[in-house]
Each structure stands twice: as structure tokens, then as C-alpha cells.
């Protein structure tokens, strides 16, 4: 294992890196390529352009999901869009625009060389998107439409209604389909891998629970690829899909693959505010609202009267107000934690006060209520069935809530992690956003990690070295599926008298009030003293009924929260050893007079890439440099 | 609220199902139907019993995990949500609720509520799809897409592919299911290549997974969390007997 991190960042002048990164890599020749066998952990954005591509070139691949079909993917949640700067609107969008705006968003934590990639390959993915029959919402002359998304002042977000990740994935996932029918892809559903095998220090295979029969099944091939997911779940309460989970990561993090600055989270800012303690889930209301919508609360605080009643000079659209070149469409993190402060200053709406106000009226005056249903509908229709309100006539109300994950494991510029022959795609790994993501660049960065970036890195991989046939019956696959045993047993025997459910919110509710929007060095000592006393008492006292040789969710969701102990950790050390605000990462301590977050490049102007040393113990950290040749740090400016 | 449930529960595959019953106090009307049965599921797992399985994910009416039959229909009561979405406010206080999974010869039980909708996936592998490779495909723009076309096409290709028009169909049919997907790209200029092909296949596929046959009842549409129109299904019919000229 590595003890010095290289990236692998390929020198020359930015706009040619990548070009001559391709030339310079090793190629597999056609006839090779069945020879090589790939594992493929996940079938969102990231894992099915990235399975369907290679088994294209002509790889054999094999896929696992914890899904039913591949199609169920997490992806198919996104909402608002996908960027590309095709500039189709003529209105200044350029590939140097695009990765100045992805730099600058991510508050200067990300790496350039990876952002400027991004932005070159994205005008693909929307070509490639086209010819699948992806149906893009078009204009009238029959090209295609765009909206804006924070952090941009130009309209570069490609969307299909309320339903571009939906859309997005099935186009990905017919592709897949394609190749499961000839034959090489193999697709196994419901299955949950669980670890990671490694044969002279490389990724050569995966194990994983049969989660119908729960029996532990073992896969062999010559290089994994982790396509899982980000996080947010940690937190209980988030945007993410129920089952979305760190096991696959965290797991691959304890055989050896650095842990990239996993404190950076990304709270969205136009989410269903929290009703009452049943909630299981919380419900996202795309970014794109803020188009149109305007966000505003009372002026004086505490002010009770329902929205109708407060005449237009009683609001405060403070957004508007505060940033006004950019009005509504600021930067997430900006969005979240001004409306945390208006909440907090008691400006906040609706029986918990933890709400603001996004309105419509002005739209609806401007071009009727049918302009606002064609593009918006499905999304009043939500908020509808959900709050029992009808968002045409009352505005909306909207609370920031955990939404996505900007670390994950760390990767080098061809996506690999530190294990050797192990890639990371889409939101597992910590690439391109920084500390903080602007909106609708995830699904660009999952389908350019899979459609064009992995097919050419990992035949690099393969074609330089000689791969000894490792058949399951290796002695490595066997420890492997002890190790899960193990685990599975040691749940299942606890036979305490907690859920695992009930231990989950409690550590998502210390995680939200200590390493959420707003962190401090106390609150984060304080979580790092409370987080392993309620790990360990978990280990004592949670209830897993049932038996493991069946379709059982609670033995499925007893590894995941057992897994969520150990990252909630991580993430706290990672937000308090980071002293400075940036992006998502909000430390009270830092922040300039105006209340917007402080960076120090000085000091912590680098990647934190995290070791594991054990259970508990304290991990080893090692930091990437970050360079900025090309977009000189500052202290970001949406005014 | 108060309820009585009776819930389906089946240990597995091949052995045999009935119903349990189940009460929950304390329901409130914003609670979804799916938290609610959370509650039911958090009593058990108190009292060291098995939960009652049942898939969901997304739980915003997107991915199409859930599915439960409510009240002898699916999805349940409201009209044009998914059972994620569906709250408790539609239904009364004290009422009795029955809960079963789809039933279609084609979607097999795995175990209580959880049935095997692989059978979609197939069908899909028959042919939904549009044969392009990664890379070497023309400008997004390069192919003007009527705005009426794309939408229409973006209707059909709304499905969540829950397989509530089959549990809602006396045939147990797919034919909405599979309709869509053909709609949504005969629609397209980048469908046409594979238009005769693709609808032929399908179709074929459908019926080898053991769906019925379509009786025009459109009990698939009135239950259709997308509100997927069943003229659909006479596209998908045209498309068929085109391909067979
Ligand atoms: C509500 C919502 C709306 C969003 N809207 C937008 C938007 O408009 N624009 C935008 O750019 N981004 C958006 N995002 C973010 C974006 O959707 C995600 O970041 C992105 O889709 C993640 O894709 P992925 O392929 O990395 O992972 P996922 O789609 O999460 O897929 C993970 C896959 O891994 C599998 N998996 C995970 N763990 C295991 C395991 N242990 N074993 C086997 N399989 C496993 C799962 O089964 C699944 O197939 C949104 C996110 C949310 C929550
Ligand atoms: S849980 Fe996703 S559609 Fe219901």
C-alpha cells in the first residue's frame, strides 16, 4: 500500500492533459479484451454507462446491485438536470467557463486538472444521451432547452421535466440492457457486496450476500469497480434513497483505499422541511424551482401571519437582497446556511419555524399558472400529495437538508483508488466538486466517469501488468467470507433490546446537530465522545430478529448502520482537524464579517486523505497539494 | 388513527401464504402508507419477530421498488401516486386495510410482499432499447426533435416500471409496461432504425415470460402511478401489425 499519495496528474497545458493522457496510455488490443474480466459494484449513472461501455469494447463484465433491477439505482431520483456547455443559447458558456464556475463553486478544493476533464467530456454525454433516446425537453424549433442552476449565470442545464436523472438512467441502463442480451455483461440483483478481496496487494474480487437466500457468494475478476453511491445516509434524515449506503466504500476503506475529505456534505437547500419524528426520509424540491421561485421570509421575526397577509415591503427576500447579481440562484451551501440563519434569528415559517418560503406568485402573475404546471408540475404535484398544499396558490415551504456527499474514497486522475486494480466512479469517489458541488454536475460526473473516462483508464491498468488466474477458491476469498460471517453472526447474536432503526436515528440526530450545517471544535469533540460510546453500546444491545439464510432487511440494514458508526466518526475528526470554512464544511469559528465561509489556503489548501488504522483507533492522514494554475483562489463572490 | 391490517405474509417462494393481522395506533394523517407500515415493522422487530419484507427505495414515486396491493388495488386509494407517496390522510380512522402483493403469474413471490419483477428486465433485453455504442454519435442538436414528439415521447417514457398495471390487470398482462417503452421510442427519430425489430421482440418477450394478454378493461391506466394513457397500447398494437407487413 502506498504511503505517499500520487495523482497521477499528467503535465502540460490544462486544455491538452487529457488528450495527451489517452495517447500516452496503454491500449488492450481488441482480441485481449475478452480475456479481462471486470467487476462492476453498482448499476447508477456511474456503474451502468461504465459496465455497458466496456462490455461494448469488448471486455466480459460482471455486475452486482443490491437492487432488483438495475434500473432502481438511486440516480433515478435526479431531478433538475445535467450541464454541459454546449452553449446552444449563445450566451457565453464555454468548456473554460464551466470549469471556472465548477472550481470556483467547490470553493477551491478540488483539483484542476480532474474539473477541467469534466467540463471537456460533458458535451458528449449529452450527444451520447440524445442517440439513446433520451427525450430531452426541446423548444419549439425542435433543439434542445436549457434552465440555470446555482452558481451560473448561464443556462447550461440539460433536463427532461422533474425527471432528468430517471430519464438519464434509463437511457444507461437500456444500454446495459443491451449487452446483458449479448451476453457480456452477467447482471446478479440483489446482491450486496460486503467486502473486498484482495491477491498481492490488488483488487481481484468482491464478496457478496445473496440477499434472497443470504447465502455469501464470491466474484473473480481483474480490476473492481466501486459505483455505489454517496453517503448522506449517514445522517438518517436525507434526500438519498432508503437503502443507499457506505458499505461497499467503507468496507474497500478498511482493506486499504483512502477515505478522501470525507466532511465535505452537501445540504440542499430547497427540501420539504421535517414534519414530526416518523419521518422516514426527506423530499428534495429540485434546484431548478429556483428559476422561478422566490425566497423570502418575514421581515420582523417571529411574525405569524399566514404568507397571503404580509404585505410585499414586510418580506425579505434575502437572497435577492444579499447576492444580488446572482439573487436565488447562489451556490447550495450559500443558499442552506442563509436560511439556517434566517431560521435561527426567528424569521423562520410554519408550525416548527424551520422553514422559509419559496414563491411563485410573481411567476404565475408573469405567465400564468400552465407555464408554471408544464415546467413544474410533477414537482407541485409532490409537494402536494406530501404537505397537503396546493403550491399555486400558498408558497412553498423549504428547509436545507443533507443531500449529497462531495468526499469519498480518494482517487488518483485515472480514477484509481490506492488498492491497486480498485476504480471508484460517480459519488463514491471525492473527485471533482470540492467542498461543495454545484447543481446538476453529479450526473455529469458519474456518466463522464463511466462513458468516457474509466473504458480508456482501466485498460491502461490491465494492459500494464500480467494478472495470475485467481479462481474463487482462493485462500483470500475464503478469510473474506469468514470476516462477513463473522460480522453477521456477532449481529445476529447481540439479541440486545434496541432497533437497529432506533440506533440509526440517534446517530443521525448527533451527526445533524454536531457535524451539519454549522460545526464548531466543541460540538465536534462532543460528537467524537458520543459517537463510539452509542457504537459500542450498539454492538451490545441492537436486535437483528430473524436468521440470515432468508430475505431479511434487518440483517441488511444492521451492516450498513454498523458501517455508519465507523465513517460518522471519520467525518467528525475530518471537520475538526479542517480548520477553515469551505464550501459545505461551515466552521463557526471561520468566517469573514459578512458571514460567508473563510478559507485558509495556507494551511489547508489540500485533499485529506484518510488511513485506516483499526476500530477506533486514530487513522493516519495524508494530504494531496492542491495546485491552482488556472483559476486563482479567492474568496468567492456571488454579489 | 387507528388501524386493523391484514397483511400477506409468505415465508418464502414455494411455500404456502396467509394473511396475518396487524394493528397500529397513533398514525398521523401526513405519515406516508409506507411509515406507517415502518411503525408495524418496528413493533415486531421490538418483540424479536420477523419483519414484514416489502421493497422500497427512492420512496418519492420514482424507481419503482414499491408496490403493494391496497384495499384491492394498486397502489391503494389516490390516483396517480406510488404507495411511497401515498399518504394516510386518505384513508379513515379505524378503518381495516388489506395489504397483499402483486399477484401475476409472471411475478412470483420472494417472500411475504416482495415479488420478482425480473421478468420487465428481460422483456427490456428483448429490444428496449436504441443500439448505439459509447462514442462516434452525432450533435445533440444535429437531429431537430419536434417539441409535441419529445413530449409525448417523454409521457410514455415516464413509467416507473412498478408493475402495477399488471398486478391491476385480470390477465396479469404487461402490455402498458411494454407499450410504454415502444411508444417512447417509435416516437423518436433515434428509434426508427430498430422501430419494426424492437416491437416484434418485445412482444414476443412478453409473452414467453408468462404475461397475459390485453382485454382492453384500462385497468392498467386507472391505476398507473404515471398516469400512462392505454393509447399507448394501441400504438404499441399498430406498431406490431406494421412490423408484420
Ligand atoms: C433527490 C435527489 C435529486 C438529485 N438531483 C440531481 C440533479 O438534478 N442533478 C445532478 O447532477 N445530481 C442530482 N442529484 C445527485 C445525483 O443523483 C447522484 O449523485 C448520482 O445519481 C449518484 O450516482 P451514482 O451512479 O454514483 O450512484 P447511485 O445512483 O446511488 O447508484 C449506486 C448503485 O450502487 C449499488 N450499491 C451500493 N452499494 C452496494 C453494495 N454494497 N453492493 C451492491 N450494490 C451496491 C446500488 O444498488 C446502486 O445500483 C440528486 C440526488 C438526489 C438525492
Ligand atoms: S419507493 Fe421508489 S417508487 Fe416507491
Redesign the interface.
Known amino acids: 500500500m502506498p504511503t505517499t499519495l500520487n495523482s497521477q496528474i499528467p503535465g502540460g497545458p490544462i486544455e491538452k492533459r487529457w488528450d495527451d493522457h489517452r495517447f500516452s496510455m496503454k491500449l488492450v488490443n481488441p482480441a485481449n479484451k475478452r480475456k479481462y474480466h471486470v467487476i462492476v459494484i453498482g448499476t447508477g449513472l456511474a456503474g451502468s454507462s461504465a459496465a455497458a461501455t466496456l462490455a461494448e469494447l469488448g471486455y466480459r463484465v460482471t455486475v452486482l446491485s443490491f437492487h432488483e433491477s438495475p434500473r432502481r439505482a438511486h440516480s433515478i431520483a435526479a431531478q433538475g438536470g445535467i450541464n454541459a456547455p454546449k452553449n446552444y443559447q449563445n450566451d457565453g458558456d464555454s468548456v473554460w467557463r464551466l470549469f471556472y464556475d465548477t472550481v470556483k463553486g467547490g470553493d477551491y478544493r478540488a483539483r484542476e486538472s480532474n474539473v477541467y476533464r469534466l467540463a471537456q467530456v460533458s458535451g458528449s454525454i449529452i450527444d451520447q444521451c440524445v442517440a439513446q433516446g433520451v427525450p430531452f425537453a426541446r423548444e419549439y424549433g425542435g433543439l434542445l432547452d436549457n434552465r440555470s442552476f446555482g452558481g451560473a449565470q448561464v443556462s447550461r442545464t440539460f433536463y427532461a421535466r422533474g425527471q432528468t436523472g430517471q430519464q438519464l438512467l434509463l437511457g444507461a441502463y437500456q444500454a446495459l440492457s443491451k449487452e446483458i442480451a449479448k451476453k457480456r455483461v452477467t447482471f446478479y440483483p440483489r446482491r450486496e457486496m460486503l467486502d473486498l478481496v484482495l491477491i498481492d496487494g490488488r483488487a481481484r474480487g468482491v464478496v457478496a450476500r445473496n440477499m434472497v437466500d443470504g447465502s455469501l457468494e464470491s466474484y473473480t475478476g481483474d480490476a473492481v469497480i466501486l459505483a455505489t453511491g454517496g453517503y448522506g445516509n449517514v445522517f438518517y434524515l436525507s434526500t438519498n434513497a432508503k437503502a443507499s449506503n457506505a458499505t461497499a466504500i467503507w468496507r474497500a476503506h478498511k482493506r486499504g483505499a483512502f477515505f478522501g475529505n470525507p466532511c465535505y456534505t452537501q445540504i440542499h437547500p430547497t427540501c420539504i422541511p421535517v414534519g414530526s419524528g416518523f419521518q422516514s426520509k426527506l423530499t428534495l424540491m429540485s434546484e431548478s424551482l429556483r428559476n422561478d421561485g422566490r425566497i423570502w421570509v418575514p421581515k420582523k421575526a417571529g411574525d405569524a401571519r399566514a404568507p397571503g397577509d404580509i404585505p410585499e415591503n414586510e418580506r425579505d427576500y434575502y437572497l435577492e437582497r444579499l447576492y444580488p447579481s446572482f439573487g436565488n440562484l447562489v451556490p447550495r451551501d450559500v443558499a442552506s446556511r442563509r436560511a439556517k440563519e434566517m431560521c435561527d434569528n426567528g424569521h423562520g415559517v410554519g408550525t416548527t419555524k424551520l422553514a422559509v418560503y419559496l414563491d411563485f406568485a410573481d411567476a404565475i402573475r408573469r405567465n400564468g399558472a400552465d407555464w408554471v404546471r408544464e415546467k413544474y408540475g410533477n414537482l407541485f404535484d409532490m409537494y402536494h400529495e406530501i404537505t397537503g398544499e396546493n403550491a399555486y396558490e400558498v408558497p412553498m415551504r423549504i428547509y436545507p437538508a443533507v443531500h449529497y456527499t462531495m468526499g469519498g474514497l480518494w482517487v488518483d486522475y485515472n480514477l484509481m483508488s490506492t488498492i491497486p486494480g480498485m476504480f471508484v466512479l460517480g459519488e463514491a469517489n471525492f473527485s471533482d466538486h470540492g467542498a461543495n458541488r454545484l447543481g446538476a454536475s453529479a450526473l455529469m460526473q458519474g456518466l463522464a466517469d463511466g462513458y468516457f473516462i474509466i473504458p480508456y483508464t482501466i485498460g491502461n491498468y490491465l494492459a500494464s501488468g500480467t494478472f495470475t488466474p485467481a479462481g474463487t477458491d482462493h485462500a483470500a476469498f475464503r478469510d473474506a467470507e469468514k470476516s462477513v460471517a463473522g460480522v453477521t453472526a456477532r449481529l445476529l447474536g447481540a439479541k440486545g433490546k434496541k432497533t437497529v432503526e432506533e440506533y440509526h436515528r440517534e446517530l443521525g440526530t448527533l451527526m445533524w446537530d454536531n457535524c451539519g450545517m454549522a460545526r464548531t471544535a466543541e460540538k465536534l469533540k462532543k460528537a467524537l465522545t458520543e459517537i463510539p460510546l452509542l457504537r459500542e453500546d450498539f454492538w451490545k444491545n441492537v436486535t437483528v430478529p430473524g436468521s440470515s439464510d432468508d430475505l431479511n432487511g434487518e440483517v441488511e440494514r444492521a451492516h450498513r448502520v454498523a458501517d455508519y458508526f465507523e465513517l460518522a466518526e471519520l467525518m467528525v475528526r475530518d471537520a475538526l482537524h479542517r480548520e477553515e470554512s469551505a464550501g459545505g464544511h461551515f466552521r463557526e469559528e471561520y468566517q469573514t464579517s459578512e458571514g460567508e465561509a473563510k478559507r485558509d489556503d495556507e494551511k489547508f489548501s489540500y485533499v485529506a486523505a484518510w488511513e485506516f488504522a483499526g476500530t477506533g483507533a486514530e487513522p493516519v492522514l495524508h494530504k494531496e497539494p492542491l495546485a491552482f494554475e488556472y483559476v486563482k483562489p479567492s474568496q468567492r463572490s456571488y454579489k | 388513527m387507528n388501524f386493523t391490517l391484514k397483511i400477506w405474509r409468505q415465508?418464502?417462494r414455494t411455500s404456502a401464504g396467509t394473511f396475518k393481522q396487524y394493528t397500529i395506533d397513533g398514525v398521523?394523517?401526513?405519515?406516508?402508507f409506507?411509515?406507517m407500515l415502518?411503525?408495524v415493522n418496528?413493533k415486531?422487530?421490538?418483540g424479536?419477530?420477523?419483519?414484514i419484507?416489502f421493497?422500497?427505495?427512492?420512496?418519492?414515486?420514482?424507481?419503482?421498488?414499491c408496490g403493494l396491493f391496497i384495499n384491492g388495488r394498486a397502489h391503494g386509494p389516490?390516483r396517480?401516486?406510488a404507495t411511497c407517496?401515498?399518504?394516510m390522510?386518505h384513508f379513515t380512522d379505524g378503518e381495516a386495510i388489506t395489504v397483499e402483493p402483486w399477484r401475476a403469474k409472471a411475478f412470483p413471490v420472494?417472500?411475504d410482499l416482495?415479488v420478482?419483477?425480473?421478468g420487465?428486465?428481460r422483456i427490456?433485453?428483448?429490444g428496449?432499447?436504441?443500439?448505439?455504442?459509447?462514442?462516434g454519435?452525432?450533435?445533440?442538436?444535429a437531429?431537430?426533435?419536434?417539441?409535441h414528439s419529445?413530449e409525448e415521447?417523454?409521457d410514455a417514457?415516464?413509467c416507473?416500471?412498478c408493475g402495477a398495471c399488471v398486478a391491476a390487470c385480470k390477465n396479469g398482462s404487461a402490455s402498458l409496461f411494454v407499450a410504454a417503452k415502444i411508444s417512447?421510442?417509435a416516437l423518436?427519430p433515434?428509434?426508427q432504425a430498430e422501430r419494426k425489430d424492437r416491437v416484434t421482440k418485445m412482444v414476443a418477450a412478453m409473452d414467453e415470460e408468462g404475461f397475459g394478454g390485453c382485454s382492453n378493461t384500462y385497468a392498467c391506466e386507472a391505476e398507473c402511478p404515471k398516469l400512462i394513457p392505454v393509447t399507448t397500447i394501441a400504438r404499441m398494437n399498430r406498431e406490431f401489425l406494421l412490423a408484420k407487413k
Not at chain 2, 398521523?28 to 406516508?32: E, G, T
Not at chain 2, 421493497?55 to 420514482?62: L, Y
Request: with cysteine.
Open positions: 415465508p418464502g398521523a394523517a401526513d405519515m406516508s409506507l411509515e415502518d411503525g418496528q415486531l422487530v421490538r424479536g419477530e420477523d419483519a419484507a421493497d422500497s427505495d427512492c420512496r418519492e414515486g420514482i424507481c419503482g421498488s389516490a396517480g401516486v407517496e401515498l399518504r390522510r420472494i417472500k416482495v420478482d419483477r425480473t420487465f428486465d427490456i433485453q428483448a428496449g432499447y436504441v443500439s448505439v455504442n459509447t462514442g454519435v452525432p450533435d445533440a442538436n437531429i431537430p426533435v419536434p417539441k419529445a415521447a417523454m417514457a415516464a416507473i416500471g417512447h421510442l423518436l433515434q428509434g
